[in-house]
């Protein structure tokens, strides 16, 4: 896991730079009147972006997720949430893993859970098997969220 500020991206970037580029170059371009929701490719199934307009929600109903075969880059474009991290050692699974959605779900532990607040400004990332509870409320108030999900096949970095 990495949770840094944005303008810090090119300090992770050693050896891998490309994709960094590609990932972080599409963050710097994004307009929020010209992007609409969903999809984005960036470089086929390689590297896209997953653009979200949600209301965070209460911490009670939240599950910790984690992928296989993506790492995740999480960006606020508009308003806060804060997102736990979790080792999935430490948690119990909440039904089967999706391979073709590359999802899979756990029950959340807070005694084990990193508070990660996402404010504009900030990224996190979340390498495959890194537990991770996204869109929880920044305070005890749901609120609308903008937000960018890189997706980056681990071959392009974990090589």
């Known amino acids: 896991m ?8 090119q300090t992770y ?3 891998k730079k490309k994709t960094w580029e590609k990932a972080f170059n599409f963050i710097a371009s994004f307009s929020e009147n010209n992007m609409p929701d969903g999809r984005h490719e960036i470089d086929g199934d390689m590297i896209y ?16 997720e984690m992928h296989r075969e993506y790492i995740d880059i999480q960006v606020i474009v508009r308003g806060q949430e804060v997102i736990f991290y979790n080792d999935i050692a430490t948690l119990k699974k909440d039904g089967k893993f999706n ?17 990660l607040p996402m ?41």
């Open 99 to 115: 391979a073709q959605k590359d999802f899979g779900l756990f029950e959340r532990d807070m005694k084990t859970a990193i508070p």
């Open 13 to 15: 970037a050693a050896g």
């Open 119 to 159: 404010t504009v400004g900030v990224f996190a990332m979340f390498f495959p098997e890194e537990g991770h509870m996204p869109g929880v409320n920044f305070t005890e108030i749901a609120e609308p969220i903008r937000k960018i999900v890189i997706k980056i096949h681990k071959s392009q970095l974990l090589k």
């Open 49 to 64: 972006a997953n653009v979200q307009s949600y209301e965070t929600r209460s911490l009670h109903d939240s599950k910790v």
């Open 2 to 9: 990495i949770y840094d500020k944005i303008e810090n991206w």
